[in-house]
């Protein structure tokens, strides 16, 4: 009974692994990591939800009353980037980590490249692109105007000419967009930007004319085309936001059957997110805003969009009205997140990095991590100095595991005696094994201890790995250029000796074992000489068989967490060996037969 404990625990500890590997790397059809861009929207009908789209167009909040003056013209085939850049005047956008500009028709922010960022670990790759324009292959925008609630009130349009006060916009040189309705009403909209992500938007209305008006800020981002996302159930990808403290992930396929998802709140952030970019919109944190996520399809294309406006406001002859939104695109750096939800006081800000529900555990080894590789200058040495922590931490109860490991291995000889002695009578024997185990003070499941304690940490560091764009490319030493990839080494490349990649061979992937794989195994195998061997012949080949098993299920998990686990097996054989040493235990497979 003893032993059949132990390798059930065992069985479940792989099994845990084994769906691990299949319910949470499992991949969809989509499964590209580039981010893609996104859409415009076309207008809805108020009462009957998104209709289907005008290519190119707007969706539009439905309440207060559709943006009707948004509507697009007639579709035109899709360009190249830089040809639908060419099409509209536009103010440029410099920063230390961006690259871009708004259009001034429409006075849309629609292009912005991540200089800070490449495609692949060649730093000579193309940079990352997050937004594009009207008429490019897959548009993805940011956009701020009014809603006229009263009256045929001219507001601005997609194809309305603003003029710009200045022609770059950068840290420390915000710049305004103007345009005249030519019936009283001055709009205007002044952009800033801050040394990282963060643009602030400031929408002024001026009215000169003779009639009280009533307008509806409104900032919405839009995007065309379903990005092909990674598929993995432990990464959102797709809508989210914060609505009255309350975070709400909505993937694609979800907004796909809804059409439309609405909230009001006061305070809160809403947009689109990829596993390591994010485009959020920001309104006002005091003020209370309808907010929605939105579906239309037609013509072939997914569009989709996020929105919000705020209430009415009345503007008497000769008054103004002025509100400030904000609108974040760029890198998901989680201390950038942090400092921003903290500055200006945005609900879950951080959560926008998708650390699950194991956040209390995944965000303090992230921080660890972060504050490690700060003081080394290494992610991969932080995993090493983070495991020694780790280690130090469960320290007593390894020692307690290990202690009753080597009981157990010092009472072997007796527990074969008793299993020749009692062959032929299962219960009685296992009656003996019990008064045994108690006498000497051992316990047969000690051996499952040091895997299991793991699982958790195991679990928090892999999505340490996967989430975070801080482990994105981040370098070891020798052949790890990407601790959040896995391995590049395999045989079938003579472990990187030869000149070519490692080819992918789709489920035969599992065969593309590399170097530190291989040493992780080794180390198990290692670790599994120091425990005592099942006195059952069949078990004894199941444990056997344990170190290659786990070398075949981690070989494409990230390089990071291979090297964790082969680190803390070599700490655990080193604890392992000291105490079975002063315990008086012969080490080697030949102990359990004297």
């Known amino acids: 009974m003893d032993q059949r404990n132990l390798l059930l625990a065992l069985v479940i500890s792989l099994a845990i692994l084994l769906g691990f590997q299949f ?48 509507a697009a013209p007639e579709a035109a085939a899709a360009a190249s980037r830089e040809e639908a850049l060419a099409r509209t005047p536009r103010v440029q956008i410099r920063t230390p980590k961006l690259r871009g500009s708004i259009s001034l028709v429409g006075g849309r922010l629609d292009d912005l490249v991540l200089t800070r960022y490449h495609e692949t670990i060649d730093p000579k790759s193309p940079e990352i692109v997050l937004l594009s324009p009207e008429g490019s292959e897959h548009p993805y925008l940011a956009d701020f105007g009014w809603l006229a609630t009263g009256g045929d009130l001219p507001v601005p349009k997609r194809d309305t000419l603003w003029q710009a006060d200045g022609d770059t916009l950068a840290p420390g040189k915000p710049v305004t967009l103007s345009w005249d309705n030519g019936q009283g009403l001055r709009f205007e909209e002044t952009y800033t930007v801050d040394e990282d992500y963060m643009f602030t938007v400031t929408q002024r209305v001026v009215n000169n004319g003779e009639s009280t008006v009533s307008l509806a800020p409104y900032g919405l981002i839009s995007r065309t085309g379903t990005p092909k996302t990674l598929g993995f159930y432990i990464l959102h990808e797709g809508l989210l936001g914060v609505f009255d403290g309350t975070l709400d992930e909505v ?36 003020t209370p805003v309808n907010a929605r996520f939105v ?22 002859p000769g008054g103004t009205a ?59 040495v932080a995993i090493l100095v983070l495991t020694v922590i780790v280690k130090a931490f469960f320290f007593p109860l390894a020692n307690k595991s290990y202690r009753s490991m080597a ?27 019990m008064t045994l185990y108690r006498k000497e003070g051992a316990n047969p499941m000690s051996g499952c201890l040091p895997i299991i304690v793991q699982i958790p940490v195991f679990f928090a560091l892999y999505k340490v790995m996967f989430v975070t764009i801080e482990m994105r490319h981040a370098p070891f030493f020798g052949w790890i250029h ?113």
Do not use: C
């Open 251 to 286: 993937k694609y396929s979800k907004i796909k059957d809804k059409k439309l998802i609405e909230r009001k709140t006061a305070g809160g952030w809403l947009g689109i997110t990829d596993k390591y970019w994010l485009v959020a919109l920001i309104p006002d944190q005091a």
């Open 23 to 70: 319910f949470i790397q499992r991949q969809t059809p989509q499964t590209a990591q580039a981010p893609t861009q996104g859409s415009t929207q076309a207008t809805p009908s108020p009462a009957e939800g998104p209709a289907a789209p005008t290519p190119s167009g707007t969706i539009a909040p439905p309440t207060p009353p559709d943006i009707t003056g948004k």
């Open 407 to 433: 009981k157990m291995r010092k009472l072997q000889p007796e527990m074969t005696k008793l299993r020749e002695r009692f062959k032929d009578d299962k219960q009685r024997l296992n009656q003996e094994m």
């Open 482 to 594: 990407d601790l959040s990839a896995p391995d590049p080494t395999s045989l079938l490349n003579a472990f990187g000796l030869l000149p070519w990649a490692v080819p992918h061979l789709g489920p035969l992937e599992v065969v593309n074992i590399g170097v530190w794989p291989l040493i992780m195994g080794l180390s198990m195998f290692l670790q599994q000489r120091l425990n005592p061997q099942p006195p059952d012949p069949i078990q004894a080949k199941v444990f056997m068989f344990m170190p290659i098993i786990f070398t075949f299920l981690l070989a494409r998990f990230p390089a990071g967490l291979v090297i964790y686990w082969t680190w803390n097996n070599s700490l655990s054989i080193v604890q392992q060996y000291v105490i079975m040493r002063r315990a008086g235990v012969p080490i080697g497979r030949s102990a359990s037969t004297t």
């Open 322 to 380: 002025e509100t400030m939104s904000r609108t974040f695109a760029g890198a998901k750096v989680v201390t950038l997140l942090d400092t921003y939800r903290d500055e200006y006081h945005l609900p879950l800000f951080d959560r926008a990095v998708d650390f699950g529900w194991l956040w209390f555990l995944t965000k303090p080894l992230f921080s660890a991590l972060h504050f490690f590789n700060g003081l080394i200058g290494n992610f991969g």
């Open 295 to 316: 579906y239309a399809g037609g013509d072939g294309q997914d569009k989709y969009q996020t929105d919000f406006s705020y209430a009415t406001a009345t503007v008497a």
